[in-house]
């Protein structure tokens, strides 16, 4: 019995769900174009019932991984008990489970027979393709406050420079559809043991590399690097659970001072430091701030700063200010898309961090750029960097380089550091713009807007770095093709479908 039991395929499906979290949120090239396989071969000629028992086995084989950090780190975040963590585990999974439950379903449904086996698996590759891509967008359309549910095909070549060209034109989701049809293709010929047939794949795969080289080669060649600006990360890297109170306040500020001293010597011309870095809301005569502008006045340096706003007695904003070498700001940005219950509350939910003091964050109005003296830098704050949405709007308001302020300290021990700077790079190939990143225990550095990674480091100590960013007027349409793109797919499921019922 219990043989029998082992060779249901929802156990190969859980094995699949476990592959697909290797591949693509510890984004592993080769086992990305290979991780669905098993899923699509045991899920092929399914009915209802067991098309979604199929789903639900691939959703926690895939849950398990992706949301484990949850039950400590609930704990770490609110001083609760690990059972809080087990319960938000729990829903997420669930959450999870039911969205594969209505994919694997899908696939099955918009599934087509033809005369011809090669045409049928083709078109049917085609078909679940589209259904996959779309479900991905529409989980990042409900979710776009919970970016530990943006689980995209496209991150598992996202370490590939060459892999993720097509991000420019079409964006995230054309890279994760020609993954799934890869997928897709290898999984028919391997279950029909056609071993010849994989040659088809593989050409797609070869196809697909040189394009994205090709389009590589041509961006370097057009591109205008003359106009540098020399920006100084300074990462303070504190623990986000330390309080700032009487015992370690002043530790804590002169540690501040001394990066800033250091910061002076490399005479960079900007200084970027992290998401709510000053753990107080900014006023005009704060002392630190007027020490920081003291300290660097000789150097001229103009600073990036993450400091929290007032807006009413138990909300702030979460706001990053630019300050001129003068001490007096040149503009700032009030971070748009909040984390849901944890930023904003939802149902008049709000996780209370240990660290923090109840507060909860009021989302900017606006899109504008900072206006620095060495252009205009587009701003996103911690998960604003994995959104589409955020830095398009910047680069309708005429952004030139991008300038991200994060605090990955939460979530320290877990995939989601390094998965939040590669997003960096994807935003940045879909702006073509350079992207300098100070993520507080996260990983800190600047990618270019060819994908480039000129510098990353994490550490847990404090430490400066240098980097070039080069600002550009450059206008790209991968945000509207993008759109077209999913379009298209939408289209292709809904002309076949409507041809399926109708025969």
């Known amino acids: 019995m219990l043989n029998n039991f082992l060779k249901k395929p929802y156990w190969f499906a859980f094995v699949s769900g476990i592959l697909s979290f290797c591949a693509v949120l510890h984004m592993v090239f080769l086992l990305a174009w290979v991780c669905y396989v098993l899923f699509f071969i045991f899920l092929k000629a399914k009915t209802i019932k067991q098309s979604i028992q199929v789903g639900i086995a691939f959703g926690a084989g895939l849950s398990i991984p992706t949301f484990y950090w949850m039950i400590p780190g609930a704990e770490k975040f609110t001083g609760a008990s690990v059972v809080y963590g087990l319960l938000v585990f729990l829903l997420s999974s669930l959450i999870f489970c039911v969205y594969w439950a209505v994919i694997g379903t899908s696939v099955n449904l918009v599934r087509v027979s033809l005369r011809s086996p090669m045409l049928s698996v083709l078109l049917n590759a085609l078909l679940v393709s589209s259904v996959w891509t779309l479900g991905e967008a529409g989980l ?287 935003r940045a190939i879909e702006t073509r713009k350079d992207i300098a990143v100070n993520s507080n225990y996260g990983i800190s550095g600047l990618v270019e807007a060819s994908g480039r990674i000129q510098m990353q480091q994490q550490s847990s100590s404090p430490f400066i770095k240098l980097v070039n960013i080069h600002p550009n007027n450059f206008k790209y349409n991968s945000f509207l093709f993008r759109k077209l793109f999913l379009g298209v797919c939408a289209m292709i499921v809904i002309v076949f479908s409507v041809l399926k019922f109708r025969t």
């Open 140 to 426: 990042n359309s409900i979710f776009p406050g919970m970016p530990w549910f943006a689980y995209n095909t496209g991150f598992g070549v996202l370490k590939n420079l060459s892999a993720i060209q097509l991000a420019s034109v079409f964006g995230l989701p054309v890279i994760s559809f020609v993954i799934v049809f890869v997928n897709f293709l290898i999984s028919e010929f391997v279950a029909a043991r056609q071993w010849k047939q994989l040659l088809v794949p593989g050409s797609i795969m070869l196809v697909y590399m040189l394009i994205g080289y090709t389009i590589l080669v041509g961006y370097k060649e057009s591109i205008n690097r003359s106009n540098t600006i020399k920006v100084a990360i300074l990462a303070e890297n504190f623990p986000p659970e330390m309080k700032w109170d009487n015992n370690n306040g002043n530790i804590l500020v002169n540690r501040l001072l001394e990066l800033e001293k250091e910061a002076v010597r490399l005479k960079p011309q900007l200084a970027l430091w992290s998401e709510s870095s000053v753990p107080w809301t900014y006023r005009t005569d704060d002392d630190f701030v007027k020490e920081v502008c003291r300290i660097s006045a000789s150097a001229g340096i103009t600073h990036v700063i993450g400091i929290n706003s007032d807006y009413s007695e138990k909300q702030v904003c979460n706001s990053v200010y630019c300050l001129l070498p003068d001490g007096l700001v040149a503009g700032r940005y009030d971070k748009r898309f909040l984390l849901d219950f944890i930023e904003k509350p939802v149902g008049g939910i709000l996780i209370p961090f240990l660290s923090g003091d109840g507060s909860s964050a009021c989302p900017g109005d606006y899109a504008q750029p900072l206006n620095t003296p060495f252009g205009k830098a587009g701003i996103m704050i911690c998960n604003e960097a994995t959104l589409e949405k955020s830095p398009e709007d910047m680069i309708k308001k005429g952004a030139q380089f991008f300038l991200t302020l994060s605090n990955d300290g939460w979530f320290r021990d877990s995939y989601i550091v390094g998965l939040h700077f590669y997003n960096l790079r994807l």
